[in-house]
């Protein structure tokens, strides 16, 4: 679940009130996406790649290489700019205050870096103009790296990436998901997404239902219409983690993390013209995991971990 740049819509999983709407929003988004990568072809299901932690918080650095701190003089402060209309990476509470996941990494890179920070909302269209207007030195907003968004920002290393789960009813399937496994079951998918092309491609045995949003899979999930479904595994552990899925259902095996059909990741944005800031800032991601704030900060929006 990250964010092209051009406007989208987030879901808030403890949310009760909008979360269809929500829900079929971010499906409308997952479906573009899904449609571009049908024509690339990644490694074989099988090629698995382990992210993810003995705890079960995603691992997006190499904590053994040890990196100096760069030059930090050139900064006297670092205007940071996001989205607040994508729970739970970023939204206002009842009071106004600005939260979320993006604004409290945002907030742990300042103190990481012990340098002033500002933190704005903008509406996420006008985000990467912004960037490029030298309006903003950075945007922690869930925006996809990709060729296309390279032509205008530049990228740090990716913060977090959305892997494909699967999702099952209680006891209603194995305990691992392979070809040989799932070999004429029937699998609930969104309709023309990058998850519907993926099981078509390497599950060539399985038998996809597709359905026209995440919503509607999901209700279809709940209700036993189908047992199994492979979807976006940060919405599906909002989901699982919130009162709409009623305890249900649960992840099962690990995620899928193709990045031809599922995507590069999040990066923080930054101008093209401010290599330094780069390199600052992929430093304090870094620092951050070592010491184990990234962790607190996943588990605290993330006990169902998308991973």
């Known amino acids: 679940m990250t964010k092209q740049l051009k406007p989208s819509t987030g879901i808030f999983g403890l949310a009760t009130g909008k979360i269809q709407s929500m829900l079929s929003a971010l499906a409308r988004s997952a479906a573009a996406m899904g449609l571009a990568a049908v024509m690339l072809f990644p490694a074989p299901a099988s090629a698995q790649q382990d992210w993810s932690r003995a705890d079960g918080v995603p691992a997006f650095w190499d904590l053994q290489r040890r990196i100096e701190k760069p030059d930090t003089n050139f900064l006297r402060i670092i205007r940071f700019i996001t989205d607040d209309n994508y729970p739970p990476f970023g939204f206002q509470t009842p009071d106004g ?19 002033p920070c500002t933190i704005q909302a903008r509406r996420f269209d006008t985000i990467a103009a912004a960037i490029e207007k030298g309006e903003a030195d ?33 006891n209603s399937a194995p305990a691992q998901m392979r070809p040989s496994t799932l ?8 309709a023309s997404s990058a998850h519907e092309a993926y099981l078509t491609k390497h599950f060539a045995s399985v038998k996809p239902k597709a359905y026209p ?3 509607a899979l999901l209700a279809a999930l709940k209700s036993n219409e189908v047992n199994i479904v492979f979807a976006d595994g940060i919405s599906l552990a ?44 992929n430093y304090a991601l870094v620092r951050l995991a070592e010491r184990g704030v990234y962790s607190d900060l996943y588990l605290k929006y993330f006990p169902v971990g998308f991973y």
């Open 97 to 115: 205050a600005l939260t979320g996941f993006n604004v409290d990494l945002a907030r742990a890179i300042c103190d990481e870096l012990a340098i």
């Open 138 to 170: 950075a945007a922690l907003a869930s925006i996809s790296i990709s060729p296309q968004a390279r032509k205008t920002v530049d990228f740090t290393t990716p913060y977090y990436r959305t892997p494909a789960r699967f999702a099952a009813t209680r």
């Open 183 to 190: 070999a004429g079951r029937t699998v609930g998918v969104v």
């Open 213 to 215: 949003n995440i919503a």
């Open 238 to 281: 909002i989901w699982l983690n919130g009162a709409n899925s009623g305890g249900c259902c649960e992840f099962r095996d690990g995620p899928f993390t193709e990045s031809a059909f599922f995507g590069e990741g999040a990066g923080i944005a930054v101008s093209k013209k401010n290599l330094q800031l780069r390199q600052v800032l």
